[in-house]
């Protein structure tokens, strides 16, 4: 059996780290079982749904190497929907209803006020032909319900386990709107079907709906898929994800943050799995490693600090090449593999760079604590051509003509030379400044 999934946002707002996550470990799961990817743009709601959502939705997939192998909308299936709502109405299990908003919700008080759970009373199932017909008259427009099977409803779930429903404790699904657009319920079992989808990975927020979907394709003469009900994120502090990176888009995060695409996978295959977190520069891992199994039902908290720290960590080791159109643009064009390889340690953003590239090329304000030191310093400068041992030749030195050793030695000729208290390592940023500069700094000469 070929595994077969989807990814099926909806084109109604952007990729964030909660719907995205989705999308990884759907893909994750089909990458390790050399399967099928569907990307499903359900975009049933013309009114919510829009284009540029859509592109977003390409845009950030793209940005973060989740690739698809077949695309398809809800949009263009309209004619497919409306040949099994014939069918599910022949054979009975449609049927129309005539409630407003407000008489549904004055039963669902009434209801409530007695201690019983909101179910559908289904009033609609007695109305008569005269009754219907009398509705119509007035104006009023049918939606359309499923008729659910009071029977137990039972799937292994690859994450949640055995997960029971009973069709008598559930309402019936409305499927088609008064203006006769079909709702997601309908599509997406359809959708699954006519796709040949073999498991159906979404957030645990589905979790009912499955019950339902699962009578769907019973009724619709189809084997149910496997399903995997994934926790929803929290915050560190066990609340909804609202907070800065958490609530971003994933165009935010690439654009306005400047994170690395492989961060965000790095963190969000891992969390809530019992296998360890950490930063990956390839997929290869996550995907050789990938088990359902490994998924725990708690709510995996969502760190914004860990999300840092994996970045920064990729950073430290990517190499030049992955980097090099990006610093063109960022106007640094100049900027060679040895000047990344000697500062990328120092870096958390990696526009971070520019901070030292100003501090190699200048002009920079030096900082002098000690006038006398750093012109002691001066005449003990070893001759270029400077390499990386030549931090270590002077300020050995400078520490045999002076005595200072430790921070009294080595601050003093940083802040004169950055102009900063920190940075890259001295011995790899000295040859980088170069001998004329340094001169010129530790002389107080702006430079
Ligand atoms: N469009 C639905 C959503 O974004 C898809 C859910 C599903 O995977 O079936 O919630």
């Known amino acids: 059996m070929t595994v077969r999934v989807r990814f099926a946002p909806s084109p109604t707002g952007m990729l964030h780290v909660g719907n995205v996550r989705t999308a990884l470990i759907t893909w994750l799961f089909a990458r390790k079982n050399a399967g099928h990817y569907l990307l499903r743009i359900d975009d049933t709601d013309t009114e919510r749904s829009k284009k540029?959502?859509?592109?977003?939705?390409?845009?950030?997939?793209?940005?973060?190497?989740?690739?698809?192998?077949?695309?398809?909308?809800?949009?263009?299936?309209?004619?497919?929907?409306?040949?099994?709502?014939?069918?599910?109405?022949?054979a009975g299990r449609l049927y129309a209803c005539y409630e407003t908003p407000d008489e549904l919700n004055l039963k669902r008080k009434a209801l409530l006020s007695q201690g019983l759970p909101p179910i559908y009373d289904r009033a609609a199932l007695n109305l008569t032909a005269e009754q219907k017909a009398a509705y119509e008259s007035q104006g009023r427009k049918p939606h359309w319900r499923f008729k659910l099977n009071l029977e137990p409803i039972i799937w292994n779930d690859l994450v949640r386990g055995s997960v029971e429903f009973d069709g008598a404790d559930l309402s019936d699904p409305v499927l088609i709107r008064e203006d006769g657009t079909p709702l997601y319920h309908l599509c997406s079992v359809i959708d699954?079907?006519?796709?040949?989808?073999?498991?159906?990975?979404?957030?645990?927020?589905?979790?009912?709906?499955?019950a339902l979907h699962i009578q769907m394709f019973k009724a619709m003469n189809a084997t149910p898929p496997q399903f995997a009900h994934l926790p929803l994120l929290s915050?560190?502090?066990?609340?909804?994800?609202?907070?800065?990176?958490?609530?971003?888009?994933?165009?935010?995060?690439?654009?306005?943050?400047?994170?690395?695409?492989?961060?965000i996978p790095s963190l969000l295959?891992?969390?809530?799995?019992?296998?360890?977190?950490?930063?990956?520069?390839?997929?290869?891992?996550?995907?050789?490693?990938?088990?359902?199994?490994?998924?725990?039902?708690?709510?995996?908290?969502?760190?914004?600090?860990?999300?840092?720290?994996?970045?920064?960590?990729?950073?430290?080791?990517?190499?030049?090449?992955?980097?090099?159109?990006?610093?063109?643009?960022?106007?640094?064009?100049?900027?060679?593999?040895?000047?990344?390889?000697?500062?990328?340690?120092?870096?958390?953003?990696?526009?971070d760079i520019t901070t030292w590239w100003q501090v190699a090329k200048g002009p920079i304000t030096p900082i002098i604590d000690d006038a006398d030191f750093t012109q002691t310093a001066v005449t003990h400068m070893p001759p270029e051509p400077w390499n990386e041992s030549t931090w270590g030749e002077w300020t050995n030195a400078v520490k045999n003509a002076t005595g200072r050793k430790g921070k009294d030695l080595f601050m003093p000729l940083r802040k004169a030379l950055t102009g900063m208290d920190h940075g890259p390592e001295l011995n790899t940023l000295l040859p980088l400044i170069g001998a004329e500069k340094a001169k010129k700094r530790l002389s107080q000469l702006a430079a």
Do not use: C
């Not at 809800?74 to 709502?85: N, T």
């Not at 699954?192 to 499955?210: C, L, M, Y």
């Not at 915050?235 to 961060?263: C, F, H, N, V, Y």
């Not at 159109?325 to 990344?340: H, P």
């Open 192 to 210: 699954d079907i006519d796709f040949k989808i073999t498991h159906v990975v979404r957030g645990e927020d589905h979790v009912t709906n499955t």
């Open 52 to 90: 540029e959502y859509e592109d977003a939705i390409r845009e950030s997939l793209t940005w973060l190497g989740l690739n698809w192998d077949e695309e398809a909308w809800q949009s263009k299936r309209l004619d497919r929907y409306a040949v099994v709502i014939e069918d599910l109405k022949r």
């Open 269 to 351: 295959a891992r969390l809530g799995t019992s296998d360890p977190i950490e930063a990956y520069s390839s997929y290869q891992p996550l995907i050789d490693h990938f088990d359902f199994s490994k998924f725990s039902r708690g709510t995996p908290k969502f760190d914004t600090d860990e999300l840092e720290r994996l970045n920064a960590r990729i950073i430290h080791t990517l190499p030049f090449a992955m980097v090099k159109d990006r610093l063109a643009v960022m106007g640094l064009s100049e900027l060679d593999e040895n000047f990344w390889n000697a500062v990328r340690a120092n870096l958390e953003r990696v526009r």
């Open 235 to 263: 915050d560190p502090e066990g609340g909804k994800l609202s907070k800065r990176l958490g609530s971003m888009s994933i165009i935010d995060l690439r654009d306005q943050e400047g994170l690395e695409p492989m961060a």
